[in-house]
């Protein structure tokens, strides 16, 4: 059997970094974050009998780097007795630059690979397999905002508001289009055997998701946009206080910041965000798009804009 899946990149609000099993790849703290629209990556899985060895294609070149990820995600899903697989992935953006394409990649991955085997699974048991190949992943199975929550036993997940309940757009400003210089799960265990600031990261994450909680549920942009940014120089300030220092920053991704801050001060509905990549995400209310692109679009050094609203979690599309 053939099966065909979609899912969409997230982007965290109240971030992800640290692992507290690093063996089951457990996350240290809670998140919250904006599942997408607009950005893809569509996942063609079979087992066809006959063939050796799983192989994957990203689009359309064999990809060795991220094959052992991948084939260690479907052994952990169905088992190390299954068939080898054929595995091929397509990205409507770009790969490994901090704009979470693993996590749509992972998300995408378990639903046509249960599919694929003939299998039908909760979402809740899919968010926990993809999270165990990339943290993120997990909240990618969800659609709007999701609140992924550090369990005592496993990871919880629980949309907390659907893409029309609460139409955010996205703008993401592109800096840098090449893969980042140090990879997540490297980072995290540097941040927490090395930066000063790392416990005590872990130990105001409930308070900062609470904040955003709220917000969320009573619709207040300004809330969740003054949390969503503590949140973010908070984690930023771990990367750069870790031992070396990890800065994904550059000279343009400041300069987007500095346009949210003027277009806030300018009365806009709008915060910054940014992952472990060089590209500035600028959540907004739709009053504002128009203003937060022609601002972001005038930053020397900024390559590309990627406008989105929120989407759905992944899916099946196909299944032949
Ligand atoms: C900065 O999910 O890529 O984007 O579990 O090691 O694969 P692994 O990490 P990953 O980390 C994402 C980190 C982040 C923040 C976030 O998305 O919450």
Redesign the pocket.
């Known amino acids: 059997m053939r099966a065909i899946s979609q899912a969409q990149p997230?982007?965290?609000l109240i971030?992800?970094?640290g692992?507290r099993d690093a063996g089951r790849?457990l996350?240290a703290v809670g998140?919250l974050?904006v599942t997408l629209e607009t950005l893809w990556t569509k996942m063609t899985v079979s087992f066809p009998g006959g063939v050796a060895a799983d192989t994957l294609r990203v689009n359309g070149r064999p990809d060795e780097a991220m094959l052992p990820r991948v084939s260690r995600c479907l052994d952990d899903l169905l088992g190390t007795a299954r068939r080898p697989a054929v595995v091929a992935s397509e990205c409507n953006f770009p790969i490994a630059a901090?704009l979470?394409s693993?996590?749509s990649a992972f998300a995408a991955l378990v639903v046509a690979a249960s599919a694929a085997a003939g299998e039908t699974r909760e979402v809740l048991d899919l968010a926990r397999a993809a999270?165990r190949?990339?943290?993120?992943?997990a909240r990618s199975l969800y659609g709007g905002i999701v609140e992924l929550e550090a369990g005592a036993d496993d990871i919880g997940l629980t949309a907390l508001a659907s893409p029309a309940d609460w139409p955010l757009r996205v703008v993401v400003a592109v800096t840098e289009r090449g893969p980042k210089p140090l990879?997540?799960?490297e980072g995290?265990a540097r941040s927490a055997a090395t930066s000063p600031f790392y416990a005590d990261w872990v130990g105001r994450q409930h308070d900062d998701l609470a904040v955003a909680r709220a917000a969320v549920a009573a619709r207040d942009f300004e809330r969740l946009a003054a949390v969503a940014e503590h949140n973010c120089l908070k984690?930023h300030s771990v990367m750069w206080t870790s031992r070396p220092s990890i800065v994904y920053w550059n000279r343009t991704t400041i300069a987007c910041m500095e346009a949210v801050r003027d277009l806030q001060r300018g009365g806009h509905a709008v915060f910054f965000t940014i992952?472990?990549g060089p590209q500035v995400k600028a959540v907004c209310l739709p009053e504002s798009e128009a203003a937060v692109r022609s601002a972001l679009a005038g930053v020397a050094g900024v390559q590309e804009l990627l406008e989105t609203g929120l989407g759905e979690g992944a899916r099946l599309l196909e299944r032949a």
């Not at 190949?133 to 992943?137: F, L, P, T, V």
């Open positions: 997230n982007i965290a971030k992800y970094w692992k790849n996350p998140s974050s901090g979470a693993s996590a999270g190949a990339s943290g993120s992943a990879g997540s799960t995290m984690m992952d472990a």
